[in-house]
């Protein structure tokens, strides 16, 4: 996992941040399902600032869970929603544990965090996702937009 938010900032400046400033790193949890195949997720770590909303940093995740968490059967609803009880209550505080292993992540690649976890869900959930979702969802989009559902 990388951080998210500590680019361009020294050990030092991180320690600053959360000791004095009230910064928290946090990880949200994301939930997508395929009939059968339920993967639940963190995703990447984020710093979250005195002044910004958690749960607005994790609002993609929450909104992706919300989308392509519940179709899978038994385990879509129920970790669906541990995700969206996570990330409603603003993550998982985990400042502690990057505090302790800062010099890892300093030295994690720079890829973004939604690509990040595609890259960790592997080609069965990509393909899934491609070859069902995505055509799920236009044909709900084309039905909505034509009137056929109220």
């Given at each position: ?32 399902s395929v009939l ?34 519940w179709w899978g ?78």
């Amino acid at each position: 996992m990388k951080v998210i938010g500590i680019e361009g900032m020294s050990r030092e400046q991180v320690a600053w941040e959360v000791k004095h400033e009230g910064a928290r790193f946090i990880v949200f949890e994301c939930c997508v399902s395929v009939l059968l195949a339920t993967s639940k997720e963190p995703t990447d770590i984020y710093l979250v600032r005195k002044n910004e909303s958690a749960i607005r940093k994790g609002l993609i995740w929450t909104i992706i869970t919300l989308l392509l968490g519940w179709w899978g059967i038994p385990w879509g609803p129920i970790y669906t929603i541990k995700a969206l009880t996570t990330n409603f209550n603003g993550g998982k505080d985990v400042t502690q544990a990057v505090l302790a292993n800062f010099d890892h992540y300093l030295l994690l690649n720079k890829e973004s965090a939604f690509k990040a976890f595609f890259n960790r869900i592997g080609w069965f959930y990509k393909a899934l996702f491609l070859i069902v979702i995505v055509p799920l969802v236009m044909w709900m989009l084309f039905l909505l937009f034509t009137g056929k559902i109220e």
